[in-house]
């Protein structure tokens, strides 16, 4: 948390209450939680979650394990937990906050489709699973803006 401050995040009160982390706002403000050990996160490196605030946190972890191909790994009240299935790297986690999102979203997922996928072969396949396409001015774009069930902005890249 200190290391934070001096980069120049700031403690925020986002209305968390009595909580065993605590939430620091980056210099523009953007929400982040600087976490108590966990064992959990052990192994993540020094980004444990991407969390992504839903309405319904099973309906969206449904949409995001199919699109990712990135399996549950453990589901509280609440939360549910999805990482790569080499069990490596920080977790995806679909948070129910109850509330539908507002505006655009500050951090968004980009979607690599695999070497022998294309891009719009990805984005067709996203389609059948609840996404549509966005507009967020992105222009001409070599990248597909488009977004999951809940209205959450993500990109299908080009193939890789």
Not at 32 to 54: I, K, M, S
Not at 95 to 121: I, S
Request: charge should be negative; aromatic fraction near 6%.
């Amino acid at each position: 948390m200190e290391r934070a401050i001096r980069l120049g995040a700031a403690r925020v009160d986002i209305g968390q209450g009595d909580v065993p982390w605590v939430v620091m706002g980056d210099p523009e403000g953007n929400e982040f939680c600087v976490l108590e050990p966990r064992e959990v996160y052990r192994d993540t490196g020094p980004v444990a979650a991407l969390v992504v605030d839903c309405v319904d946190h099973q309906a969206m972890a449904a949409f995001w394990t199919v699109a990712s191909n990135w399996p549950i790994q453990h589901s509280d009240d609440g939360l549910v937990a999805l990482r790569a299935p080499a069990n490596d790297g920080f977790y995806l986690e679909m948070l129910e906050v109850g509330e539908p999102k507002k505006v655009k979203n500050r951090v968004h997922l980009d979607v690599a489709p695999y070497q022998d996928d294309d891009q719009q072969g990805e984005a067709a396949r996203l389609t059948k699973l609840g996404a549509t396409l966005a507009d967020v001015g992105q222009g001409d774009a070599s990248w597909i803006v488009m977004a999951d069930p809940e209205g959450q902005e993500f990109c299908v890249l080009t193939s890789r």
